[in-house]
T-cell receptor, first 112, second 112 residues
Framework: DAEITQSPRHKITETGRQVTLACHQT?????MFWYRQDLGHGLRLIHY???????NKGEVSDGYSVSRSNTEDLPLTLESAASSQTSVYFC???????????FGQGTRLTVV | QKEVEQDPGPLSVPEGAIVSLNCTYS??????FMWYRQYSRKGPELLMY????GNKEDGRFTAQVDKSSKYISLFIRDSQPSDSATYLC????????????FGSGTRLSIRP
């Protein structure tokens, strides 16, 4: 079965460190997304990609970057982790031209 | 004011009851409406997807959209303990998942 997997599921890191969260999908979807979920804010879009070599900023992109070198993967990098980036991060993918997104299981990141 | 408002709950009902979950929104350009279910420590999963106004039924679930009132609802009939989860409404203007706006979620608990 096609799926979308995130790793690691949990991570604790120190302020100022660079952190990369992995996302891999086997749906063969062109569109991939990164969200963060915080209490009271729901899901907020960080970055998204419509295909290989395409990346776009979302609502809360400051301090984050992504790169898309193939269809399956969209890693999210926190350049210099801050305590405000403690959150649960979700990767998602969708077919081109479709609004429905399919989500991974999430990565719980704690910045201390 | 948020574009999408959703009562955070928690909402607790006895098993077998009819559950009504609601969202209001301010952007009249929204055309695509979705409901996601999120179990604790899991990623959101798409439950219902509707376009424009009207009703859509899938088993025990009915999604209702009233664009004139900017109000959407999800009804769950014969609720089961396994329905206990957080329900997120989501909506977008176009068919692109990059423009989805999520509600903050309603936590639902079904008492056996």
């Amino acid at each position: 079965d096609a799926e979308i997997t995130q790793s690691p599921r949990h991570k604790i890191t120190e302020t100022g460190r660079q952190v990369t969260l992995a996302c891999h999908q086997t749906w063969n979807h062109n569109n991939m997304f990164w969200y963060r979920q915080d209490l009271g804010h729901g899901l907020r879009l960080i970055h998204y990609s419509y295909g290989v070599q395409d990346t776009n900023k979302g609502e809360v992109s400051d301090g984050y970057s992504v790169s898309r070198s193939n269809t399956e993967d969209l890693p999210l990098t926190l350049e210099s982790a801050a305590s405000s980036q403690t959150s649960v991060y979700f990767c998602a993918s969708s077919e081109s031209g479709r609004a429905e997104a399919f989500f991974g299981q999430g990565t719980r990141l704690t910045v201390v | 004011q948020k574009e999408v408002e959703q009562d955070p709950g928690p909402l607790s009902v006895p098993e077998g009851a009819i559950v009504s979950l609601n969202c209001t929104y301010s952007n009249s350009a929204f055309q695509y409406f979705m409901w996601y279910r999120q179990y604790s420590r899991k990623g959101p999963e798409l439950l219902m997807y509707t376009y424009s106004s009207g009703n859509k039924e899938d088993g025990r679930f009915t999604a209702q959209v009233d664009k004139s009132s900017k109000y959407i609802s999800l009804f769950i009939r014969d609720s089961q303990p396994s329905d206990s989860a957080t329900y997120l409404c989501a909506m977008s203007e176009g068919s692109s998942a990059s423009k989805i706006i999520f509600g903050s979620g309603t936590r639902l608990s079904i008492r056996p």
